[in-house]
């Protein structure tokens, strides 16, 4: 069965870091470019940032460039999202997924989703 499972979710004051992880059961990621979405409350699914599948490449929504990180651990078999400076305002379910449809990585669309894991920033 393929699943992606995120965590590292939780409570954060304003400024404050956190740093997500995404791994896989049943897909191995270093096959695909990967990305994370984040969906606030009452608001559309939004676009966070993708990763090549080399890892050498990444790509950002205008919104997250400098605060946001993407990487990934090929041993592990792991993509992270790291965050920093975080803001009210980044309050959501963050959601990783794999393309695998090969596309480029600017123009990611998840195919294999997550459940998503909730982050909360307090003011």
């Known amino acids: 069965q393929v699943q992606l499972v995120e965590s590292g979710g939780g409570l954060v004051q304003a400024g404050g870091s956190l740093r997500l992880s995404c791994t896989a059961s049943?897909?191995?990621?270093?096959?695909?470019?990967m990305g994370w979405f984040r969906q606030a409350p009452g608001k559309e699914r939004e676009f966070v940032g993708s990763?090549?599948?080399?890892?050498?490449?990444?790509y950002y929504a205008d919104s997250m460039k400098g605060r946001f990180t993407i990487s990934r651990d090929m041993a592990k078999n792991t993509v992270y999202l790291q965050m920093n400076g975080l803001k009210p305002e980044d309050t959501a379910v963050y959601y990783c997924?794999?393309?695998?449809?090969?596309?480029?990585?600017?123009?990611?669309?998840?195919?294999?989703w997550g459940q998503g894991t909730p982050v909360t920033v307090s003011s």
């Open positions: 990763i090549s599948r080399s890892g050498v490449v990444t």
């Open positions: 997924a794999a393309d695998v449809s090969g596309r480029r990585i600017a123009q990611f669309r998840g195919d294999i």
């Open positions: 049943g897909l191995t990621l270093r096959d695909y470019n």
